[in-house]
């Protein structure tokens, strides 16, 4: 079946570091791929997303390509901020509208 | 603006007790969603609901029951709790690609 393994966590940088968070897939077809973020507190937001290979998203200097032949859609950003710390989670949709999550990595960022 | 809002943010139930947790949404989607999010597992669906009075058991269903008699809300069921459905349960609904999640009801049962 579908599945999406992302990089263990939890992570922990300082601020201005530059940041990867690790996601490959296992799907079917072409799936959508997404990232989302769960701040403290709060449900889940998307973050950005992409819907075909070599597509790229972005979105609060966050920045993720869809690359089909390493079936990856790593997390980026060149220079994190103490709010971004929050838990991350890379997600694909192959059909209908069900989602499929990794297991999130917590993010940390320190001053 | 978007808005799923679900009836707890924190419960405490015993074992055996019947429970109800509540979501709405406001914005007319037609795809609603139930998971059960835990450390290191991710998000995981329990059922989903793309209509009214229409339901599909996600991956990990049993010992839940959900309830869609309008397009707003969707219920999930707990027929008997047991501690190890302690655990953090978050609703989605959808319009295309892009769920829009409640805060989350924390539900410990001891």
């Known amino acids: 079946g579908d599945s999406v393994t992302q990089m263990e966590g939890p992570v922990t940088l300082s601020e201005e570091a530059f940041l990867t968070i690790n996601c490959t897939y296992t799907a079917t077809g072409y799936p959508s791929l997404f990232w989302y973020v769960q701040y403290p507190g709060e449900g889940l937001q998307l973050l950005l997303k992409?819907?075909?290979?070599?597509d790229k998203g972005s979105n609060k200097g966050f920045e993720a390509t869809y690359r089909k032949e390493t079936t990856s859609f790593h997390l980026e950003k060149g220079s994190v901020q103490v709010s971004d710390s929050a838990v991350y989670f890379c997600a694909l949709r192959a059909g209908a509208q069900k989602l499929v999550f990794g297991q999130g990595t917590r993010l940390t960022i320190n001053p | 603006d978007v808005k799923v809002t679900q009836s707890s943010r924190y419960l405490v139930k015993r074992t055996g007790e019947k429970v109800f947790l509540e979501c709405v949404q406001d914005m007319d989607h037609e795809n609603m969603f139930w998971y059960r999010q835990d450390p290191g597992l991710g998000l995981r669906l329990i059922y989903f609901s793309y209509d009214v009075k229409m339901k599909e058991k996600g991956d990990i269903p049993e010992g839940y029951s959900v309830s869609r008699e309008k397009k707003e809300r969707f219920s999930l069921i707990l027929e008997s709790a047991s501690t190890n459905q302690t655990s953090m349960y978050l609703c989605a609904s959808s319009f295309f690609d892009e769920q829009y999640f409640g805060p989350g009801t924390r539900l410990t049962v001891t």
């Open positions: 992409a819907t075909k290979a070599d």
